[in-house]
């Protein structure tokens, strides 16, 4: 299945997030079938709160592309997006957005709420739950090796 070859390769981005020592999320953008942006979690390499994985992915092809624009493009993220990342979705005009795993502490697509059914205009169409239960575990895999090495994180772990 299509969907779940692109989250495939946002959970690459993720696990590669969770080496570096970041919360794993992992975010790819596609038009016409190919890979226009990529991103993941740097909020801790670049001390920036705004450096979540879809924001990289957004930026990446907003380059790429020439545009600010992404209509026609797709979303695949690891993790529900939150509520910076939901209205930036909406403000780049992205069409359809595919995510994983729910996260009930900060989601902004169903989670805690759903900016999506709101009356903006140009809102995308949404699925939630691909690879779901792979996307979970590497969140939980890596939050367990937090507590584990006597680390709490800056990030509190998704109620996931």
């Given at each position: 299945?299509?969907?779940?070859?692109?989250?495939?390769?946002?959970?690459?981005?993720?696990?590669?997030?969770?080496?570096?020592?970041?919360?794993?999320?992992?975010?790819?953008?596609?038009r016409d079938g190919k890979v226009?942006?990529?991103?993941?979690?740097?909020r801790e390499e670049l001390t920036s709160a705004a450096s979540h994985a879809e924001?990289?992915?957004?930026?990446?092809a907003n380059e790429r592309l020439g545009s600010w624009r992404l209509e026609g493009c797709a979303l695949y993220v690891?993790?529900?997006?939150?509520?910076?990342?939901?209205?930036?979705?909406?403000?780049a005009r992205v069409s359809k957005v595919f995510y994983g795993?729910?996260?009930?502490?900060?989601?902004?697509?169903?989670?805690?709420?759903n900016l999506f059914?709101?009356?903006f205009p140009n809102r995308p169409a949404l699925v939630g739950g691909v690879l779901a239960e792979e996307c979970r575990e590497v969140l939980r895999a890596f939050f367990q090796k937090l507590r584990n090495d006597g680390?709490?994180?800056?990030s509190p772990e998704p109620k996931i």
């Open positions: 299945m299509e969907q779940e070859n692109y989250m495939r390769r946002a959970l690459t981005l993720a696990r590669e997030a969770g080496d570096a020592g970041e919360v794993p999320v992992g975010c790819v953008i596609v226009v942006g990529e991103g993941r979690n740097r924001m990289e992915a957004i930026a990446a690891t993790l529900e997006p939150c509520p910076m990342c939901a209205g930036a979705i909406l403000n795993a729910r996260d009930p502490a900060f989601g902004a697509c169903g989670g805690v709420t059914m709101e009356d680390g709490t994180g800056e």
